[in-house]
């Protein structure tokens, strides 16, 4: 209803009820940009880094999109996505349901429960062909007893307004095309189009204290002062040196 429509970048909007993965699903199927497959539920959900993303039917948004940037975007830049993704949702989830969302570098979704910061959603960004499937999965009326892993919130335990998946669902679509169109029309350049500026603006990693893995079994640890124009965590380490990390590094916020 309003969302796939003439010239509107969603072209296709599909609900199932169960599948393994929506991302796994929309990767296979190829086909054209804009597609949005929805799941009420998933038995195989993926995160980032090859972890699982697990989650009672219904009580979330599971859904991918399908994204092809074109040969106006270098695909040095593509790796934006899941970055636009998490300011796209987060912006959406703020003004819909009225809990602040900021983002854990790169791409949780962190809403506040009980004064903690809580993981209540994810992005995963997966690469097929010349396309980006982006995969978002929300917690959304999930109570304290139904949760993942304890360190785990839901937008119902932030005190969300509106609990709906439907009108949710639509903001962050809507948000995501916004963002997505503008991106694109600056060519991917994250400053031309005030991405970096809000990524920043949104991020909750930045001003901490923070240890990465690195490959190799290497540790930095440092304070998160940057994102740089590729996307990455710049940390600035006890010797005054700056080094970025990327999103293949596992980072944990320190206490
Ligand atoms: C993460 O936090 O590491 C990312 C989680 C991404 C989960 C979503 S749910 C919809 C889509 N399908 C998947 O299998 N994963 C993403």
Known sequence: RGLVRPGGLWTSLDVVQRTGSTNTDLAGS????????????QSAGRGRLDRTWTAPPRSGLFFSVRLTPGPGVPAGRWGWLPLLAGVATATALSRAAGVDTALKWPNDLLVTVDGAERKTGGILAERAGDSVVVGIGLNVSLRADELPVPAAGSLALAGAKVLDRDPLLRAVLRSLEEWYESWRAAGGDPAGCRLQEAYTAGCATLGRSVRAELPGGRELVGEAVAV????????????????????????????
């Open 228 to 255: 740089d124009g590729d996307g990455r965590l710049v940390l600035a380490t006890a010797d005054g040196v700056q080094e970025p990390v990327g999103a293949g590094d596992i980072v944990h916020l320190r206490p």
């Open 30 to 41: 190829g086909g054209d940009e804009g597609a949005v497959l929805v799941a009420e539920e």
